[in-house]
């Protein structure tokens, strides 16, 4: 009995659609932006196995409600084993040479080569993934015979089947939505904001009545969070630049709200502007508003290099908006950064134009991966044209910024997509770990904009389009960083780039999505052109960069 309830779970195995799946895998184990280890190779390789073999089974259904004619006997016998034969062929072929392009990949970013295919890792790991797909498709189709079961009795069987696949959807979205996906949303947040108000590692409240939390600031130490802290805390004071520059210098100021400082976005942007003013940040040369990644974490190594330019000269601001890791606020928070990009700069902005233009910093946006997402939506075009501000710096955008799109849709004829060229240089330029924003046929005008992109990086280049056209840049001639053997699959690529997502944030420095202080450095000249400024000031930041001043050349996490 248990063997049959078994048997009917599992139900008919088909082998032309397994053969679709095989093709998929095959597809899969081209390189795409991020090298892969064997396990993450079988794990994608098991999922786009399951995907095709779904969509054989698919196209049959649809083959059989059109009435079409179908093989049967030897007939079907003869075809199967015309495709079977070449496509294992295939198969075996380009898992062989899996490891050639893997290796290609590792050496274009610097990384060991694998020393081994590990075939058996990436099969056994793809057959575990593909059952279990399978096995819990078997599942979902027994549902929807047992609900289109009791339908039967009270409808016809065309409208048994819509009604009852409506109805399968409407639990499934039910259960992962409502159940499961709320719960881990809010536990995810709770576990965060539990994990902010641990600090026995953190920093002390600092002495200096100057700085953020400290017993004079407006700004209560408890609330900050840790990456807040760690912000205040680190970076180059006066002595740190003076023994740069050969000048005297000043602390720089850094201002930072953390999410548990005020219940509100709008609480919290003018919490951030009245400790702006206590601190005389408008009377810097420089202030950046700054929009921090998921978790709240401001990266040190684009901080810190444009302080030293500055000569200390210069204030930084920024509000927290998350618990969440960067892609995770992305898809569960998607307005919360946004909110609070945008209240910032409106509070910040708007006082700053109540200054003489003659008397008041000059004011840059910037933001790293999620907050260059919502730096960018809140610098609109009020302040783009109604007393506009210097510039903006945005390292890293992801896919869905819309600002982002919009430039990258103006590159000019014959440029990469992944380092495009916009107009003639003098309102936006573009950087990279091979290029610092220097080159333009016209020069800056009274305006600078930089985004900084790599051309591995796949939060930057991932293409939702994927699933059925090949993205732009995959019609260009591959970059630097870029494997000469990519190539484009309906659907396989989709999931190879969603994978590289989740792998870039691990990528060597310079690669991927691990920004560093080396090319921020370029680009930071280049949008705030700092004064008396030379090309051996740029060589002994750099190197002052290698040797690790404040961790800025470390990556961290987003």
């Given amino acids: 009995m248990m063997l049959k309830m078994v048997i009917r779970v599992i139900g008919s195995f088909s082998l032309p659609c397994f053969l679709l799946g095989l093709l998929f895998f095959a597809a899969s184990l081209t390189p795409?932006?991020?090298?892969?280890?064997?396990?993450?190779?079988?794990?994608?390789?098991?999922?786009?196995?399951?995907?095709?073999?779904?969509?054989?089974?698919?196209?049959?259904?649809?083959?059989?409600?059109?009435?079409?004619?179908?093989l049967k006997g030897r007939a079907a016998q003869i075809?199967?084993?015309?495709?079977?034969i070449p496509l294992i062929a295939m198969f075996f072929w380009v898992l062989w040479f899996s490891l050639v392009w893997q290796n290609d990949?590792?050496?274009?970013?610097?990384?060991?080569?694998?020393?081994?295919?590990?075939?058996?890792?990436?099969?056994?790991?793809a057959a575990a993934t593909?059952?279990?797909?399978?096995?819990?498709?078997?599942?979902?189709?027994?549902?929807?015979?047992?609900?289109?079961?009791?339908?039967?009795w009270i409808m016809p069987k065309r409208r048994a089947n819509v009604l009852g696949f409506v109805l399968v959807v409407l639990v499934l979205f039910v259960v992962s939505r409502d159940g499961i996906f709320d719960r881990v949303v809010v536990g995810l947040d709770k576990s965060y904001e539990t994990a902010q108000q641990l600090f026995e590692d953190a920093p002390a409240k600092p002495l200096d009545p100057r700085m953020t939390g400290s017993a004079e600031s407006l700004i209560d130490w408890g609330g900050i969070g840790q990456p807040g802290r760690d912000f205040i805390m680190s970076g180059p004071n006066a002595n740190d630049?003076?023994?740069?520059?050969?000048?005297?210098?000043?602390?720089?100021?850094?201002?930072?709200?953390?999410?548990?400082?005020?219940?509100?976005?709008?609480?919290?942007?003018?919490?951030?502007?009245?400790?702006?003013?206590?601190?005389?940040?408008?009377?810097?040369?420089?202030?950046?508003?700054?929009?921090?990644?998921g978790t709240g974490w401001m990266d040190p190594g684009s901080h810190d290099p444009v302080e030293y330019m500055h000569n200390g000269d210069i204030a930084t601001v920024a509000a927290q908006y998350s618990y969440l890791q960067s892609p995770l606020a992305l898809i569960l928070e998607t307005n919360t950064g946004l909110d609070q990009a945008t209240a910032l700069q409106d509070a910040?902005?708007?006082?700053?134009?109540?200054?003489?233009?003659?008397?008041?910093?000059?004011?840059?946006?910037?933001?790293?991966?999620?907050?260059?997402?919502?730096?960018?939506?809140?610098?609109?075009?009020?302040?783009?044209?109604?007393?506009?501000?210097?510039?903006?710096?945005?390292?890293?955008?992801?896919?869905?910024s819309t600002f982002w799109n919009y430039v990258q849709s103006q590159r000019a004829d014959g440029t990469p997509w992944v380092l495009p060229t916009i107009g003639n240089g003098s309102l936006v330029r573009y950087a990279s770990n091979i290029r610092d924003a220097s080159e333009g046929t016209a020069d800056w005008g009274g305006m600078r904009i930089v985004f900084l992109q790599y051309s591995s990086d796949p939060v930057v280049f991932y293409d939702p389009r994927s699933i059925w056209r090949a993205p732009p840049w995959m019609l260009d001639p591959p970059s630097e960083d870029m494997s000469e053997h990519l190539i484009f699959m309906p659907v396989v690529t989709q999931f190879q780039l969603a994978l590289d997502m989740a792998l870039s944030f691990g990528a060597p420095?310079?690669?991927?999505?691990?920004?560093?202080?080396?090319?921020?450095?370029?680009?930071?000249?280049?949008?705030?052109?700092?004064?008396?400024?030379?090309?051996?000031?740029?060589?002994?930041?750099?190197?002052?960069?290698?040797?690790?001043?404040?961790?800025?050349?470390?990556?961290?996490t987003l």
């Fill in 241 to 293: 630049i003076a023994q740069f520059t050969g000048r005297d210098a000043l602390d720089p100021i850094r201002v930072y709200v953390g999410r548990a400082n005020a219940e509100t976005a709008q609480e919290r942007a003018e919490m951030a502007l009245a400790e702006l003013k206590r601190q005389g940040a408008f009377e810097r040369e420089v202030l950046i508003v700054a929009s921090p990644t």
């Fill in 130 to 152: 593909f059952a279990l797909a399978y096995f819990l498709g078997r599942l979902i189709a027994a549902l929807f015979r047992i609900i289109r079961a009791r339908l039967y």
């Fill in 509 to 556: 420095a310079g690669h991927g999505h691990a920004y560093y202080a080396q090319d921020y450095i370029g680009p930071w000249i280049q949008v705030t052109n700092p004064t008396g400024w030379s090309r051996e000031d740029t060589r002994r930041l750099k190197l002052l960069c290698d040797n690790g001043f404040q961790n800025g050349c470390q990556k961290d």
């Fill in 348 to 400: 910040v902005h708007g006082y700053w134009k109540t200054l003489p233009a003659d008397d008041r910093p000059r004011l840059y946006a910037h933001g790293l991966s999620l907050g260059a997402w919502s730096s960018m939506y809140a610098t609109n075009l009020f302040r783009l044209l109604d007393d506009p501000i210097s510039g903006a710096f945005w390292a890293g955008p992801p896919f869905p």
């Fill in 105 to 125: 990949l590792r050496e274009k970013m610097t990384m060991e080569p694998a020393d081994a295919l590990h075939l058996m890792t990436i099969l056994w790991v």
């Fill in 32 to 70: 795409s932006l991020i090298p892969r280890g064997p396990e993450i190779q079988g794990l994608l390789g098991g999922v786009v196995t399951a995907i095709g073999y779904l969509l054989g089974q698919i196209i049959a259904v649809l083959w059989r409600a059109a009435d079409l004619p179908v």
């Fill in 79 to 84: 075809v199967i084993t015309i495709f079977t």
